[in-house]
């Protein structure tokens, strides 16, 4: 059943302790002022040299479990973030991902570890989210070996079984007012600058009471398998997404990298 009216999730990608430091402050600072519960998606073991932006915060781990504290939900953000693997995704957005069309193997053995140094820091991940969107079959197996049945991801309106994980989907990068569903809006504070943040604090002031959590919405429904049709407005929803990927590169020839590209 589609939520009316809409519902969001923030979440915020690619944690690890060389985050940028003033940026994720003020992502921090938000979440405070508006008591979000945030999906925060961690990198375990982080060897992306993309993703050491400030140097080491000792502190990291400590602000992590006081967040989990305060309700957010810890997510598993790959393994080490080096998406140098060209196998195709069940999200179907990125030519390259650190998880899809690795060996099963590999795979179980790094989604083991990964968890192993959350839950070593203290932490008690429960949603699988894939760098770059990328994860196959594999990746699900391993991750339901693990006792994960959560991921975030997909371009749905509600969220849904598929199989056997609870998926939540992940459809925005900034907000955006919307009717009716769920959607979650990923922020990344290594490129997130003072703009995004103050729009997403804009649109905070006018809709807090929408943003719900991840445990709030697994009470709230009871997510089954997914319809015809919005199977259909899930497959036009990416094709839209890719279509905008694509040109997106050549509207902002200049630039380092995309904000969204993670
Ligand atoms: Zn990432």
Redesign the pocket.
Known sequence: MTLKPAQYLLRI??LCPTVRAESWAQWQALIADFDLKPILAVVPDNRDPELEVSPPDAAFWERMRALEAAGAEIGL?GYR?LCVSRGRSLIDLHRTSEFAGVPAETQRAWIGEGLGILRGHGLNPKIWVA??HGFDAETIRALLGEGITLLSDGFTRVPFLRRAMTWIPQQLWAPVEKSSGLWTICVHPNTAGEAEIAALRGFLARHATQFTSVDRVLFDSAPTALTLAERFQAVCALRRRKLSHAVGPIRRLGHLRSSNS?
Do not use: E, I
Request: charged share 45%; no cysteine.
């Open positions: 990608d690619d953000h973030h760098p770059r993670p």
